[in-house]
Structures are given as structure tokens and as C-alpha cells.
């Protein structure tokens, strides 16, 4: 065990899990790669979990931060903050809400406790739906609404959640049906829940869920869930903290996806706007962001520090098309990836889209999930020269790919190639 090692054993908490038998510290990176502290290189695609979104060391971000950093980090929403206004216009702009408001938080977990505040104070009512294998979060409201028993330390909620059906397309009772007859089934769940309990609040849903293992319904489920809600008032928030941006390269929101009855009444985003620096938000119509009769803040939430860096990195990002990038370099690593498992009966599934890409491990010849298998994977990966990630429902037997942004279609092939081997061997 390395001396840094054993130190973050005895000062760190038990549950902060760490990934690899020896675990890696990474000291620097450099557009799509990252060197541990011994000196080697690998090629990243996981992005400290889609976090670094567009690069590492982004010249443009490096410059804003630091001149940014040179001038104030932080005044408090005390006082009138340029870059966070500017960066609000922008991203109200982009979400396609009308009269949007956009107020900042320091997470994704902050974001989500946000809007949970603002749907159950807009509707009086402290009753939420979300989907089975999601993940809101680490606080106790969004734990609460996480229906992921990995990521569930406590049942206890100042919320009372129902969970419905329809946020993993591959496994559950509706996963034999084709699209159009899924999503039949999963509206005639809602409405029959609908028709059992007091009127909820909202659905909070990720358009592709991240934690679970990069699922998602078919497309349009949302727009039809979108139709029930509607009719009764109830709030739909669209948890976009791994979706966003253009990951999923057809769009610029997951919800867009689904979109045919217009965008949600609450958008949550968090990692890959700062490209790093910690940055969450929440985007919803004012009538339903200004329902608070008492002062909130987040003391960190929109520092110009932090806003600097958005507002250089959503330049980039949106200059370079980095969701054409996505769409494009992404499509090349799904086909890729596709291929391989053609010839592997452990690879049950290869889902996603953009730079978003799910690999479901299970054993040979069953639906039965194999951890043990994306557990080496990830070794054999690391051992090849690429990180990747890992997730699922209380399985955790996907793999997990999810690049900067940036990705050159050389590094595609790279990773691809270092993937292909790692599943080979571990066969
Ligand atoms: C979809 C989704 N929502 C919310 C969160 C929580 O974000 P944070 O870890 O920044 O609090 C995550 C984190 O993985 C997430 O994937």
C-alpha cells in the first residue's frame, strides 16, 4: 500500500470508494490525457466523471481562472457579480425556458435540493416521483429520491418518493416490449400511481441516468410522461448534471430527446460547465424559481472565480461544436465498440449516445451481472493506458465511457484499441 494511500485510510471516510487495487493519484493532465505520480500517461475517458468536460488544462479556461483569480475569487451574492450575470443570460438563453432564472450552486447534489425546494414549495407538496436506478445526489433530500440501493446510505427523507418505471430500457418488466408499446406501459403505470396517491410535486429524471450505468428510456418517454404531469400541474425537472452541454452529441440537453411537448419546468446542471471548477445550477421560470418567501443563498455558489471559468469553458465549447465533436467522434467509438462486442458473449449490451457510452457486462450466456468482470476490465484498462468508469444499479456492472469532449477521432481509436484488449483478456 503507498504511504498516500494508507494516510487517505486513516483520515478519509470508509465509503469514499476509490477505484483499482492500487489506487491511482493523478498530479497533472493535458487535453485528453492525465499521468499518474509515477510518470505515466493515460489517455482519460472518464473526465473525473464527465467533470472535465472539454479538456485538461484548457488553455482558454487556465488563462480566465487565473485572471480572474488575480483580480477577486469572491464577493458573495451580496454583491452585483458581472461574470455571474453574464453566464446566467447565457445559459437561460441556452435552456430554452421562457422568462428563465438561473441561480448558482456549488453542486450537482446543491442543484437538485434546490429545485426539490422550489417544486415542493411551488406545489405544497413534498411528494416526489423519480425513476428506479437514479442518482440525485449525495444529501439527505437527494438520497431520498435516489433509487439506487448502492447510493442509498438511508431510507429516512424529509420526502416521500414513489418510483416509476421506465429509466432503464434493457431489464425490467416492460424490457421485452418494443419502444412504442415501453413507454404505453410506463405511462399506464404513472397514471395509475397517479390515481393512488396525494398530488406529488414532480418527476425529477436524468434523460440518460450516469450512476446507473449510462441507461436510458426510449426516446420520447419523457415528452409522454410530460403530457400526464401537465394536465395535473405536476413539475417535471430534468436532472441534467451528466447529460448536458452536448455530451449526448444529437442534442444539446438530454431532455431534448424527448422534447416534443417543450422543454422542462425545472433543469438542474452541474460538472462539465466548469470544466472542473465547482459549478451547479438550477434553470426554471420565474414564476416557479422567485415561490421562496425567505432569503437563500450559496455562500460559494457563483464565484467569479468559478463563473470565469464557465463562461471561458461554454465559449469553447460552443465556438468548437464540441457537441458535433461528440455526435461525430462519439458515433465512431459506439460503432467500434459495437464491433468487439459482436464477438464477445459477455458484452450484453452497448448503449448511449454522443460521448456518453454504457458497456453491460454479464456472464456468458445469462442476464446475470458481472461486476467481478468490469472490475478487471477497469485494471486491464489501466494497465493498457486508459481510464474509464464504472456504474449500475446495485450491480455495477457497466463500463462507463465518457471522454472530454474534445476527442480526436486518433484518440478514439487509441482507447478503443486498449479497451478491445482489455476485454479480450479478461474473458
Ligand atoms: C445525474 C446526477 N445528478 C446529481 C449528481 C450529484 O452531483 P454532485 O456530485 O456534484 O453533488 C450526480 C453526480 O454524479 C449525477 O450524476
Known amino acids: 500500500m503507498s504511504d498516500l494511500y494508507a ?24 487535453g485528453r490525457y492525465v499521468w499518474g505520480a509515477d510518470g505515466t500517461r493515460y489517455l482519460d475517458f472518464f473526465g473525473g466523471i464527465l467533470t472535465t468536460m472539454t479538456a485538461h488544462a484548457l488553455p482558454e479556461v487556465t488563462k480566465a481562472v ?5 483580480r477577486i475569487v ?9 461574470p455571474m450575470v453574464e453566464l446566467a443570460e447565457r445559459i437561460a438563453q441556452l435552456s430554452g425556458i421562457p422568462d428563465a432564472r438561473v441561480f448558482f450552486t456549488t453542486s450537482g447534489t446543491e442543484a437538485n435540493d434546490t429545485a426539490l425546494l422550489l417544486a415542493t414549495t411551488h406545489r405544497r407538496s413534498n411528494t416526489i416521483l423519480a425513476m428506479r436506478n437514479s442518482y440525485h445526489g449525495r444529501s439527505f433530500s437527494a438520497v431520498g429520491i435516489t433509487g439506487n440501493r448502492g447510493w442509498s446510505p438511508t ?8 418510483y416509476v418505471h421506465g429509466g432503464v430500457r434493457g431489464r425490467g418488466p416492460f424490457a421485452r416490449l418494443s419502444d412504442e408499446a415501453f413507454i404505453a406501459a410506463c405511462v399506464d403505470d404513472l397514471e395509475d400511481l397517479l390515481g393512488h396517491t396525494r398530488p406529488p410535486a414532480a418527476l425529477i429524471a436524468e434523460p440518460v441516468q450516469g450512476v446507473g450505468g449510462f441507461t436510458s428510456p426510449p426516446d420520447g418517454l419523457y415528452a409522454a410522461f410530460r403530457e400526464v404531469l401537465h394536465e395535473r400541474g405536476i413539475l417535471w425537472i430534468a436532472d441534467e448534471v451528466q447529460t448536458g452541454w452536448g455530451r449526448t452529441g444529437d442534442h444539446f440537453w438530454g431532455w431534448q430527446a424527448h422534447g416534443r411537448s417543450g422543454p422542462p419546468d425545472i433543469v438542474t446542471f452541474a460538472k462539465g460547465i466548469g470544466n472542473g471548477t465547482s459549478i451547479g445550477g438550477v434553470i426554471a421560470r420565474a414564476e416557479i424559481m422567485n415561490c421562496l418567501d425567505a432569503n437563500s443563498i450559496s455562500t460559494f455558489g457563483g464565484t467569479q472565480l468559478t463563473m470565469a471559468a464557465g463562461l471561458a469553458n461554454l465559449t469553447y465549447l460552443l465556438e468548437h461544436d464540441l457537441q458535433g465533436n461528440a455526435r461525430r467522434v462519439g458515433g465512431l467509438l459506439i460503432e467500434r465498440l459495437r464491433a468487439v ?6 458484452i450484453r449490451e452497448v448503449r448511449g449516445r454522443g460521448l456518453m457510452i454504457g458497456v453491460e457486462l454479464t456472464r456468458p450466456g445469462t442476464d446475470t451481472a458481472d461486476p467481478d468482470r468490469a472490475t478487471a476490465v477497469l485494471e486491464a484498462a489501466r494497465a493498457g493506458g486508459l481510464l474509464i468508469g464504472k456504474g449500475g444499479g446495485h450491480d455495477t456492472s457497466a463500463l462507463r465511457i465518457a471522454p472530454p469532449l474534445t476527442l480526436t477521432v486518433a484518440e478514439a481509436e487509441e482507447g478503443a484499441a486498449i479497451l478491445e484488449t482489455a476485454l479480450r483478456n479478461t474473458q
Not at 487565473?66 to 488575480?70: D, F, K, N, R, T
Not at 431510507?155 to 414513489?162: I, N, V
Open 66 to 70: 487565473s485572471e480572474q483569480a488575480g
Open 155 to 162: 431510507s429516512l427523507s424529509p420526502l416521500q418518493t414513489l
Open 74 to 82: 469572491h464577493s458573495s451574492t451580496l454583491y452585483l457579480n458581472r
Open 341 to 346: 462486442a459482436a464477438h464477445d458473449p459477455g
Open 7 to 30: 494516510r487517505h485510510r486513516r483520515v478519509l471516510p470508509d465509503w469514499l470508494a476509490l477505484y483499482y487495487e492500487e489506487p491511482l493519484e493523478i498530479t497533472h493532465g493535458e
